[in-house]
């Protein structure tokens, strides 16, 4: 709640709930134990019909013996094989076993699909709530419709203004607009964030001189969801500028 505080994102009475509102999820007994014994069974039980499905197809279709010739190119790709085993397979695999179970004072107890219940029924916060999973799912839809309609509609129009022979400098134009694209996304995000600061930030000071108020710009769901997609306009309409001229 302090350092929501001090950067300016909520005020005061609203740091303090939400930092009680997460001490009260934190705090709360987990979820009944349940028997894996279902959950073992059935993963068996499937994992045997996949391999004797697998087996059955590969006899018919003769794959084993085509594999068998075919061994040297499975040595190329062996070791990119094994480093997407390692760092995304398993990570997977690792991460949906655990949300699988509850931790609590370093102990683990067998929770079923308890917590994915709780996630989609949204016990824990409502469905407005901006931690809900639908609401953050309604949000990734108008996120993405947003920003694929900005990059590409700015993106195109730039390109299609950059062709034409009648615009001077056009080769000064091209550097300077794709210089966003070229500066690392973390420096861009940190000076954009910096902007934003509702104390000394560019963007408010820039309201304050036209007379109006500065704006907490991440106290809210709608300015902060403007602002981010402001910021990740600006990173991606350079790329698609330089896509529609390739593509031209």
């Known amino acids: 709640a302090l350092r929501k505080l001090l950067r300016g994102d909520l005020e005061p009475e609203a740091a303090a709930r939400f930092a009680q509102r997460r001490a009260e999820l934190v705090l709360r007994p987990p979820p009944p134990s349940r028997s894996p014994l279902p959950l073992v069974a059935g993963t068996g039980i499937a994992g045997l019909g996949g ?32 480093g997407l085993a390692l760092l995304s397979f398993l990570p997977f695999a690792v991460g949906g076993a655990v949300s699988l179970f509850a931790h609590r004072a370093g102990s683990w107890s067998y929770v079923g699909l308890a917590h994915y219940a709780s996630i989609l029924l949204s016990r824990d916060y409502g469905l407005a709530d901006p931690l809900s999973f639908w609401s953050t799912a309604a949000v990734t839809v108008a996120w993405t ?18 062709r034409d022979p009648w615009v001077r400098l056009r080769g000064l134009w091209r550097v300077l607009l794709v210089v966003p694209w070229a500066v690392p996304n973390y420096i861009t995000a940190l000076i954009w964030k910096g902007m934003f600061h509702r104390q000394f930030g ?30 990740n306009t600006w990173l991606g309409f350079p790329f698609m500028i330089v896509g529609s ?3 031209r």
Do not use: Q
């Open 145 to 162: 419709a947003l920003n694929v309609a900005l990059h590409v509609g700015i993106g195109l129009a730039l390109a299609l203004i950059l």
């Open 202 to 231: 560019a963007v408010n000071a820039l309201l304050v001189a036209l007379g109006l108020e500065p704006v907490s710009w991440f106290a809210k769901f709608s300015t902060a969801f403007a602002a981010n997609v402001a910021t």
């Open 51 to 82: 391999a004797a499905w697998a087996m059955r197809r590969a006899r018919g279709r003769g794959i084993a013996s085509a594999a068998r010739r075919a061994w040297p190119a499975y040595l190329y790709v062996g070791p990119a094989l094994l």
């Open 245 to 247: 001229r390739v593509c």
